[in-house]
């Protein structure tokens, strides 16, 4: 479970002091599709970027998986972190490396065992659905290829949570869609917490259980989706 308690995120700027996540509490379950939607602006990036500990909150506590992200420190910290990965808009792949390089890339980063490395990275291609594109270069692949390639490597670290940052914004829409439908899959077979953000509404649509709706630091709506959306 994530749960916000109270959390403000302050950065200096040259104008004096910006707001970007301003008195946000918030609880995400395990299991969760859970979508926050905004503008451009509204503060999605930071809140992400406070749930995986890149962000330190200028007041307010951040629980992940029962660890106080805000208090801990070093070994403990990198630890709760591990727990927790990162999809791209732009992929973030490394160019000169094949589709499995590139996934086992992070299992080496790990101290991973090259024997255990090669079967973890097959089952990660499988579980994507990228049999038979193996050794090609991020260059040779579409979109949604490149954006299986980001979601296998993301899954390598047996994370609890799989932060998606505009995962899909890039990517036309049957891409998307499909995409989407991966998403569900790794959440229902490994029960992972997916925390999307996005400032598409059909994507919240199809996917969450949950959705925040961010405006200006704020959250000024949250719950089910159907009711978020479709109240009157
Ligand atoms: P979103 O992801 O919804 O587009 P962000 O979280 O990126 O929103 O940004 C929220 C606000 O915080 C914006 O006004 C942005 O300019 C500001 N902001 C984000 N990161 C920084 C930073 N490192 N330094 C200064 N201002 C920042
Ligand atoms: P974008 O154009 O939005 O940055 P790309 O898919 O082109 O998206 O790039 C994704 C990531 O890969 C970026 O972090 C970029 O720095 C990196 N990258 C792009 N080209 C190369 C390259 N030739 N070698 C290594 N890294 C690269």
């Not at 990965?85 to 160019?95: A, D, E, G, R």
């Not at 080496?108 to 291609?125: D, N």
Request: charged content about 25%; glycine content about 8%.
């Amino acid at each position: 479970m994530i749960q916000l308690d109270k959390v403000t995120k302050q950065f200096n700027t040259a104008n004096g002091t910006l707001t970007a996540v301003d008195n946000v509490s918030l609880s995400i379950n395990d299991g969760e599709i859970y979508g926050i939607i905004g503008y451009s602006g509204a503060g999605k990036s930071t809140m992400i970027r406070l749930f995986n500990g890149l962000e330190k909150p200028t007041s307010g506590s951040i629980i992940v998986n029962g660890a106080n992200i805000t208090e801990i420190k070093g070994a403990k910290l990198r630890a709760a972190r591990h727990k927790v990965s990162m999809v791209f808009q732009h992929f973030n792949l490394l160019w000169s490396r094949t589709v499995e390089e590139n996934i086992a890339f992070t299992l080496e980063v790990a101290g991973v065992k090259k024997e255990q490395r090669q079967v973890k990275v097959a089952e990660l291609i499988e579980l994507v659905g990228l049999q038979g594109r193996e050794k090609s270069y991020p260059s040779q692949l579409s979109g949604g290829q490149k954006q299986r390639v980001g979601i296998a490597r993301a899954l390598a670290n047996e994370p609890e949570v799989l932060l998606c940052d505009e995962a899909t914004s890039a990517l036309d829409p049957e891409t998307t869609d499909a995409i989407l439908d991966l998403l569900v899959s790794i959440n229902e077979r490994l029960n992972i917490t997916i925390i999307l953000i996005t400032h598409e509404m059909h994507v919240i649509r199809k996917i969450c259980n949950r959705v925040a709706v961010m405006e200006e630091g704020k959250i000024v709506e949250e719950g089910d989706v159907l009711q978020v959306f479709e109240s009157p």
